[in-house]
């Protein structure tokens, strides 16, 4: 790996990784349809990070750990924003609206790219969006975006949404924490910000270490 892993990174498991211990039966089956786990914000345990496991449905979710060396490649979403996803897929909704965002935060010189089920399919090709999923996106501030800034950004996303008829959560990510830019963009309040030790309110996200 060219550098450390972060969340919301997928990583392909290496041929030959072990089996995780305690996990459900599902989480076999799920990796050997598509070997990728995806960073979590936890703690790392010595030198092993803390991955999460997706399964077939929503309340299939494993997390767990797993050290470097079974780390085969790493994708962030920054790596998969430009893919494009199978032909036969382009149209559902989540995939459409990640079309129509990519000039709307491009113009605006942020890194950013697709997470969640949009990001797991684009690296991994198993169909993972359905025609309900709302499209994951984190976006990389690792220096202050003013509110007016964030507040113009969420009101050209939302529209966006609207139009393509389905739902956008963006996560804004500093170099230690994220948080929600729906929250941010709303003057004058504080906002959940979520670290590896926990969540907690802040006014200035990139302020609070």
Do not use: K
């Not at 507040?151 to 966006?160: G, T």
């Not at 590896?196 to 609070?208: K, N, T």
Request: neutral net charge; without cysteine; hydrophobic residues 50%.
């Amino acid at each position: 790996m060219h550098r450390a892993p972060r969340p919301h990174d997928l990583l392909r498991l290496a041929p030959g990784t072990p089996a995780f211990a305690d996990a459900p039966a599902w989480v076999a089956t799920a990796l050997a349809r598509a070997p990728f786990v995806v960073v979590r914000r936890a703690p790392r345990i010595g030198d092993a990070i803390a991955v999460g496991v997706r399964g077939g449905t929503r309340g299939e979710r494993f997390g767990t750990w797993i050290e470097p060396r079974w780390i085969d490649a790493l994708l962030s979403p920054e790596d998969l924003h430009a893919r494009a996803p199978d032909s036969a897929r382009a149209a559902l909704p989540a995939f459409a609206l990640l079309r129509a965002v990519a000039p709307i935060i491009d113009a605006r010189g942020l890194d950013w790219g697709p997470a969640g089920s949009a990001g797991f399919e684009l690296a991994s090709a198993l169909p993972t969006i359905t025609p309900d999923s709302d499209l994951d996106i984190v976006v990389r501030t690792p220096t202050p975006l003013p509110r007016a800034d964030a507040s113009s950004l969420f009101d050209a996303l939302s529209h966006a949404a609207r139009h393509a008829g389905t739902r956008i959560d963006v996560q804004l990510e500093t170099p230690d924490a994220a948080f929600s830019l729906a929250e941010f963009a709303r003057a004058n309040l504080r906002v959940m910000l979520r670290s590896a030790d926990g969540p907690r309110l802040a006014i200035d996200p990139w302020a609070a270490t």
